[in-house]
């Protein structure tokens, strides 16, 4: 069975995203889409489980795909779930360099581990999930740039959040 971890933050999941693992779904047997732990990015708007929640509701209609979360290296969790390749999606010749380093890295730590790139498709080029977010915050449009089913879901987290933050403004 060929198997395939998909790592992201995902904060949150993105119509790039969701191509990425639409496409990766063909190639693969099983996809494991896995929420993790960036220390290196801020704070993250959403917590680890609404991210995987929303990934559930958005990728429901893919069979072989899995979602879950993970916090540590990615090669351990790879070994873990018995997985010899991941999937890296890729919008530009920046996030190219990138994600190569990191490939090259985790050949030296795993020479059996093999990283995929997948090219986004054009018409998501431009989206991230921080744009997504900044969007959603101030109430801009985010129809188009997130899976229909999750749009409600970011608005009513969101407004929660704007909620406890004007609380506490006041308090």
């Given at each position: ?6 790592p992201?933050?995902?904060?949150p ?9 639409e ?17 290196t ?11 995987v ?8 209609h ?8 993970f ?14 390749f ?15 380093q990191?490939?090259l890295?985790?050949?030296k ?8 790139f997948?090219m986004?498709?054009?018409q ?6 921080s ?25 009513n ?10 609380t506490?403004e006041?308090?």
């Amino acid at each position: 069975m060929r198997k395939a971890v998909c790592p992201g933050s995902f904060d949150p999941v993105t119509l790039g995203h969701l191509d990425i693992f639409e496409r990766a779904s063909l190639m693969f047997d099983e996809v494991i889409i896995s929420v993790f732990v960036n220390p290196t990015k801020d704070k993250a708007m959403f917590t680890m489980k609404e991210r995987v929640n929303m990934i559930k509701k958005a990728t429901a209609h893919i069979p072989n795909v899995k979602v879950t979360s993970f916090s540590g290296l990615l090669n351990d969790f790879c070994k873990q779930q018995g997985a010899n390749f991941i999937i890296r999606g890729l919008r530009a010749f920046s996030d190219f360099e990138y994600e190569f380093q990191r490939a090259l890295l985790i050949k030296k730590i795993n020479k059996d581990l093999e990283t995929v790139f997948i090219m986004t498709n054009a018409q998501y080029s431009y989206l991230s999930s921080s744009s997504v977010r900044e969007l959603a915050y101030f109430d801009g449009q985010i129809a188009g740039l997130v899976p229909a089913c999750i749009e409600e879901d970011i608005k009513n987290i969101l407004a929660k959040i704007k909620a406890k933050k004007i609380t506490k403004e006041k308090g």
